[in-house]
């Protein structure tokens, strides 16, 4: 059986056991902040004007202050008192790192993308899987954020892979605090990000603001949260020739927010964008079986008919494409069956219109006719955990919650969010202020 080391203590485990070991880690990392924050407090004078019982209480974080402070607040349009306003970007770095509240999640015992690696394993004829290692699926909670929150959700699965899985991101994303924020505190790394002049251009869109609201986010804020740490987070946009636009329309936002040139349409980040731009004569793999001509095109004409149908599967096809060159790192070959293949590469965050998701792997199925059949491994934020688990236990049904064939991609645009190894620093990071794209033609 396969054996891989522990991110944390380095001790060897079977892949089944690791992801349930690492999860083991990260709550008693937690355990140990707690411990610590308490001593503080108990150490602390005895002032509940300085020591507030609970630091996140009806969505307001660390907004209470001492009196004395407040006397320097700020007044909101509202007409309510800011004194986080007033603090510069290191004091609020370091009341966000102390305060900050660890978001919770319905824990899969034996881990979830174990399961999922056993249930494609039982899978009868030739295919070839690859998974992304551990990930924890946050859902969103009907009191909460049900309708709004799914773009910080697929942050937070984002999150949960890069700390169970990089130790170089680990030491930097949310200042090494070594859990996943809930919402209300990515919302503030957020501003924080903007304030230190990652994405400008788009935080103008939400005034500067996010905290507090339910705004919906994309792809391109969760690229500028991830690269305020350091992370190469890189957006791929897909769409027509026509629509160019890196900012695919979501609820609350601007069509028109790249009139500021945020583009540069050819430029290619890694092998993997490089090796699809030049295949632009090259022809494609396509696998459309079982989908219905009349779901992409409502054409009388037999020909035009035929010219739209072959271009949506085309299109289509060259997003499939990328993801399966991103998670393969051209090290597996889509002939032949090769199991199921966990591969060091992060989730990707997978934006279209109206609804975000993460795709953490692929699969290619060898059919007999020589053609392959795709299908993206998605988690959805509006699926309920338990609900997955149980299906996946079962074997029974967790294909309706996790498989997207190439024939359920229907939308005009998507884009996708992907995080490359490694900490920039100094002019990299620098140059990380900017938000760009690789535009894909469908």
């Known amino acids: 059986m396969h054996s891989s080391p522990c991110p944390f203590c380095h001790l060897m485990f079977p892949a089944s056991q690791l992801e349930r070991h690492a999860n083991d880690h990260l709550e008693e990392e937690e355990i140990r902040r707690d411990m610590e924050l308490a001593q503080q407090i108990a150490i602390s004078p005895t002032s509940p004007s300085k020591t507030p019982k609970n630091p996140v209480e009806n969505g307001m974080l660390f907004e209470r202050s001492s009196e004395k402070t407040c006397e320097r607040a700020t007044t909101r349009s509202d007409g309510s008192n800011n004194c986080y306003g007033?603090?510069?970007?290191?004091?609020?770095?370091?009341?966000?790192?102390?305060?900050?509240?660890?978001?919770?999640?319905?824990r899969v015992e034996d881990?979830?993308?174990?399961?999922?690696?056993?249930?494609?394993?039982?899978?009868?004829?030739?295919?070839?899987?690859?998974?992304?290692g551990s990930v924890i699926h946050f859902q969103s909670i009907e009191s909460e954020d049900i309708g709004w929150g799914c773009g910080w959700r697929n942050i937070q699965i984002l999150s949960s892979h890069l700390l169970m899985q990089r130790p170089e991101a680990r030491q930097v994303l949310f200042c090494g605090a070594g859990f996943v924020p809930d919402i209300p505190s990515l919302q503030r790394w957020l501003e924080i990000a903007w304030e230190r002049d990652f994405d400008t251009v788009g935080s103008e869109h939400f005034n500067h603001k996010i905290y507090g609201s339910r705004n919906w986010i994309g792809t391109t804020e969760c690229a500028a949260l991830f690269r305020s740490f350091g992370l190469r987070a890189r957006v791929v946009d897909f769409g027509p020739k026509e629509v160019k636009s890196p900012f695919i329309?979501?609820?609350?936002?601007?069509?028109?927010?790249?009139?500021?040139?945020?583009?540069?349409?050819v430029e290619a980040y890694g092998p993997i964008d490089k090796i699809l731009l030049q295949r632009e004569s090259r022809d494609l793999d396509i696998s459309h079986s079982g989908s219905s001509r009349h779901d992409l095109c409502n054409l009388a004409d037999s020909t035009e008919f035929d010219k739209c149908?072959?271009?949506?599967?085309?299109?289509?096809?060259?997003?499939?494409?990328?993801?399966?060159?991103?998670?393969?790192?051209?090290?597996?070959?889509?002939?032949?069956?090769?199991?199921?293949?966990?591969?060091?590469k992060a989730p990707l965050y997978f934006q279209h219109d109206g609804h975000s998701r993460t795709i953490v792997g692929i699969q290619v199925k060898h059919q007999l006719n020589g053609m392959h059949q795709y299908n993206l491994l998605i988690?959805?934020?509006?699926?309920?955990?338990?609900?997955?688990?149980?299906?996946?236990?079962?074997?029974?049904?967790?294909?309706k919650f996790i498989k997207r064939g190439v024939h359920t991609l229907k939308k005009p645009q998507y884009q996708l969010c992907h995080i490359d190894p490694g900490i920039a620093h100094s002019e990299e990071l620098e140059q990380l202020k900017t938000l760009d794209s690789n535009f894909l033609e469908f």
């Not at 970007?89 to 966000?96: A, P, R, S």
């Not at 329309?249 to 583009?263: A, D, I, L, Y």
């Not at 988690?379 to 294909?399: C, F, I, M, Y």
């Open 86 to 106: 007033e603090m510069s970007i290191d004091e609020k770095v370091l009341h966000l790192v102390s305060l900050q509240t660890r978001s919770t999640f319905f």
């Open 111 to 132: 881990g979830l993308m174990t399961l999922l690696r056993n249930c494609l394993e039982s899978e009868q004829g030739n295919s070839t899987s690859i998974l992304s």
């Open 309 to 344: 149908f072959t271009k949506h599967a085309i299109g289509r096809q060259a997003l499939v494409d990328w993801v399966w060159n991103y998670f393969s790192d051209n090290k597996f070959n889509k002939s032949g069956s090769q199991g199921v293949i966990v591969t060091e």
């Open 249 to 265: 329309s979501v609820c609350g936002s601007n069509p028109h927010k790249n009139s500021q040139g945020k583009r540069k349409a």
């Open 379 to 399: 988690l959805d934020p509006a699926h309920k955990t338990a609900a997955l688990e149980r299906s996946l236990k079962e074997n029974v049904g967790w294909q």
